[in-house]
């Protein structure tokens, strides 16, 4: 004989059961801050990385770890010339059409550079002569 659950009693037990699930911690934000101070100076703000010893992952929630991303974040933030160039990027400027014709010109003139033969080791060590 089947007995059947009534659907709220399921809706119940769902209820409770997934109460008592684990939670993941929340995934740190690894974004880089740039400061505007007064006078119009900027400043970037590099983001705090978490311990890796610190974190306990449930291997199979399939999330994305803290750490994910934030070295990377890092390097970044280390890399940045101009911190103003995050807010507005700089104008490009006229394009050079002396420099941009020479390699056409070079190349019609036959006047290009041979490329390097990696398979030969004279070729290498003469090249930079």
Same mark, same amino acid.
């Given at each position: ?5 009534? !659907? &709220?009693?399921?809706?119940?037990? $769902?209820?409770?059961? *997934?109460?008592? %699930?684990p939670t993941q911690?929340?995934?740190? @934000?690894?974004? !880089? &801050?740039?400061?505007?101070?007064? $006078?119009?100076?900027? *400043?970037?703000? %590099?983001?705090?990385?978490e311990q890796w010893? @610190? ?75």
């Amino acid at each position: 004989m089947i007995k059947y659950i009534p !659907i &709220k009693t399921l809706l119940v037990v $769902g209820m409770v059961l *997934s109460a008592c %699930a684990p939670t993941q911690p929340p995934v740190p @934000d690894h974004r !880089i &801050k740039v400061v505007e101070y007064s $006078g119009g100076a900027y *400043s970037v703000v %590099a983001p705090e990385c978490e311990q890796w010893a @610190d974190y306990k992952p449930d291997p199979f929630s399939n999330q994305v770890w803290p750490q994910f991303g934030c070295s990377n974040a890092r390097n970044l933030a280390a890399m940045i010339d101009n911190p103003r160039d995050l807010v507005a990027g700089r104008d490009m400027g006229d394009a050079d059409a002396v420099n941009t014709t020479r390699g056409i010109d070079l190349y019609r003139t036959g006047k290009t550079k041979e490329l390097l033969n990696l398979q030969d080791s004279a070729a290498l060590t003469t090249s930079g002569k």
